[in-house]
């Protein structure tokens, strides 16, 4: 079998049901560890990283998650870090991905693939700034191309399930 050269273990693993975090091998000591959040949570509920020292600025990163969406109303958030400056992975209205890479109001990148309402699905996606970016729906591939440089910033915190600019 042929692993597509991005998807590799990296900065951030999340995963709905068990969420943990793996550093990158260059990265510092970064804290792992795992919870659920197998409950009902309303809208406005978010898990908050404040201490995300390693997860910024990075040259390559994955996000991965299993999500059960239920509905695709503005934009659902998986992990976001501020769309305009740093990394984002959610759902458009439509329910396509959508992944900025880098940040920046245009700089996204959607899949022509929409999810399912009301079933698990896998979601990966993972950018290294020699090689480019890259979305997969459970294990396949379904939009790549090349990018370079390195991730932006946030001065605030990393949130799963909520974006730091739109909420």
């Known amino acids: 079998m042929k692993i597509h050269p991005l998807l590799r273990p990296g ?3 999340i995963a709905l049901g068990t969420i943990s975090f793996t550093p990158a091998a260059s990265l510092a000591q970064l804290r792992q ?4 959040l197998n409950e009902a949570a309303p809208g406005n509920e978010y898990l908050s990283v404040a201490d995300k020292t390693g997860l910024e600025g990075n040259s390559s990163y994955t996000i991965e998650a ?3 969406p239920t509905s695709f109303a503005n934009f659902p958030t998986i ?3 501020n769309y305009l400056s740093s990394f984002w992975l959610g759902l458009n209205p439509s329910g396509a991905v959508r992944f900025y890479p880098k940040g920046g109001l245009l700089g996204y990148f959607e899949t022509t693939q929409v ?3 009301n079933k698990w699905t896998h979601v990966a996606a993972t950018y290294q700034s020699t090689l480019g970016y890259a979305i997969a729906i459970n294990g396949t591939i379904t939009t790549s191309g090349p990018l370079t440089g390195a991730v932006g910033t946030s ?5 799963i399930g909520a974006d730091r600019e739109a909420g």
């Open 79 to 81: 992990v976001g870090n």
């Open 115 to 117: 999810l399912p309402l």
């Open 33 to 36: 560890g795992s919870f659920s």
């Open 66 to 68: 299993w999500v059960y």
């Open 11 to 13: 900065a951030i693993l």
């Open 155 to 159: 001065p605030g915190d990393l949130r």
